[in-house]
């Protein structure tokens, strides 16, 4: 069933006590995008709080910023603050482990098919939120990892391949990451990851 799949996973990244027990994180990717190289920090916290910050060669060109009701963006063009659809999309966002919380939603699942990702055998499951918005998720069949996201929304499909996950403190997290919108491919490597370490509330701040 989508429900096994979906636990497998759980168990195979660390765990749902594990994973319940993770109240913070923070991390530095680099990125690929358009021949640019950028370098992307993230910080969230539960509940709801994230910051994202994206620098070009050390300047910061962009920060995103998510207090738990409201939100931001900041960049050298100025700020605007966040309408309620996106407030609403970047709470989905800060959710670290969302598998952990489907059953309890009101998600619902499906076990649609076994399709091969780049030569694995993977287990095709279908995600229809609350709201009606569809995820298809790909698991390997052999390891229970999650190897493909396709996200559906008014603003198109964004798919996103993991390449690579390492062990932190235990959980696994994807370090090897392509994502791709529409035309657009990004290029992901996250290199630095932190776990449950305290995070300057300043960080959060609107």
């Not at 409201?70 to 603050?81: D, F, L, R, T, Y």
């Not at 399709?115 to 095709?124: S, T």
């Amino acid at each position: 069933t989508a429900q096994k799949v979906i636990d497998d996973y759980i168990n195979a990244i660390g765990g749902r006590q594990k994973l319940e027990g993770v109240k913070s994180m923070s991390s530095t990717a680099t990125a690929a995008i358009q021949g640019m190289s950028l370098t992307i920090k993230s910080y969230i916290e539960t509940p709801a709080k994230l910051c994202v910050e994206t620098y070009l060669q050390n300047n910061l060109m962009s920060k995103q910023v998510l207090n738990g009701k409201s939100g931001k963006v900041s960049s050298p063009m100025g700020e605007q603050v966040f309408d309620e659809q996106t407030v609403l999309m970047l709470q989905e966002e800060s959710v670290m482990f969302p598998e952990l919380q489907m059953s309890a939603n009101g998600s619902k699942t499906e076990l649609i098919a076994l399709e091969e990702i780049n030569g694995e055998p993977a287990y095709k499951v279908s995600v229809v939120n609350a709201k009606g918005n569809e995820s298809v998720l790909f698991f390997s069949a052999e390891t229970g990892l999650k190897l493909k996201e396709v996200k559906s929304s008014a603003q198109g499909q964004a798919i996103t391949l993991v390449k690579e996950y390492a062990e932190k403190d235990g959980v696994k997290i994807p370090v090897k990451i392509t994502q791709s919108v529409g035309p657009q491919i990004v290029d992901m490597e996250i290199n630095d990851i932190q776990i449950n370490t305290a995070i300057a509330a300043e960080k959060f701040s609107i």
